[in-house]
């Protein structure tokens, strides 16, 4: 018979939202969530479906963005396929802001280069120009960050996330966008990666599995996001 305490335990568990990633499956969603479409609106996925939610990652469901069990025909692999050379995190120092830079976890969805193009300059070494714009500017940026590859400090005080509530985004054409400190079982994360946010595959070419590495460009991936 269980503990009084492993009761609690339990119900805490329950009670705490989980991400579990099915080994060459989908990615099942356990607890309270808010899920939304590409648009911003909210949606309640167990009016579709019953129970817990298991979401495609491979990219071929035919009722995108939950899974109906195709990965099954399609030979998907949920394997990690890159070494983790390039999971190390560079700081580019500043006289108001350090920013702290992981490429290995960038799922390149290119909010940082196209809305501060000033700091974060494509095809030039070094990328990143903290002074290329006011500090309260580059923070704001940072923290648009929706993969946790970009962080910053102030002063050698490193920012950490402020709290939200749990929170799935399907993104049109791209990843889910996971925020609010939704736990993601058995999975390592990378140098610096945030554990309030990240972004998660779904179109089933990611050599980062589960996370996004921006793949989804490449392939093509179809997906409006909004159902």
């Known amino acids: 018979m269980a503990t009084e305490k492993e009761l609690m335990d339990k119900d805490t568990k329950n009670a705490n939202p989980q991400i579990s990633p099915r080994e060459h499956g989908p990615l099942r969603v356990e607890g309270p969530v808010n899920f939304f479409d590409a648009r911003g609106n909210q949606i309640d996925p167990l009016r579709k479906k019953k129970g817990n939610i298991a979401l495609c990652r491979c990219g071929s469901s035919r009722d995108k963005p939950f899974c109906d069990g195709n990965h099954r025909n399609t030979g998907f692999s949920s394997a990690k396929v890159i070494c983790g050379e390039q999971d190390q995190r560079t700081d580019y120092e500043g006289e108001e802001i350090t ?27 070094p990328w990143i120009d903290p002074d290329g714009a006011p500090g309260e500017r580059v923070k704001e940026q940072t923290r648009r960050c929706p993969s946790g590859a970009l962080n910053h400090s102030v002063d050698g005080v490193e920012y950490w996330d402020a709290e939200r509530p749990p929170a799935i985004q399907v993104v049109a054409e791209g990843p889910y966008f996971v925020t609010g400190g939704i736990e993601l079982e058995d999975t390592e994360r990378g140098q610096g990666a945030s554990f309030e946010h990240y ?29």
Not at 115 to 121: D, N, Q
Not at 199 to 227: E, I, M, Y
């Open 99 to 125: 920013v702290h830079d992981n490429r290995g976890i960038c799922a390149h969805i290119g909010y940082c280069a196209d809305e501060l193009p000033e700091v974060f300059r494509v095809g030039i070494e």
């Open 199 to 227: 972004a998660l595959c779904r179109c089933g070419h990611s050599k980062n599995k589960p996370f996004c590495d921006g793949k989804h460009k490449q392939a093509s991936f179809a997906d409006t996001g909004v159902f």
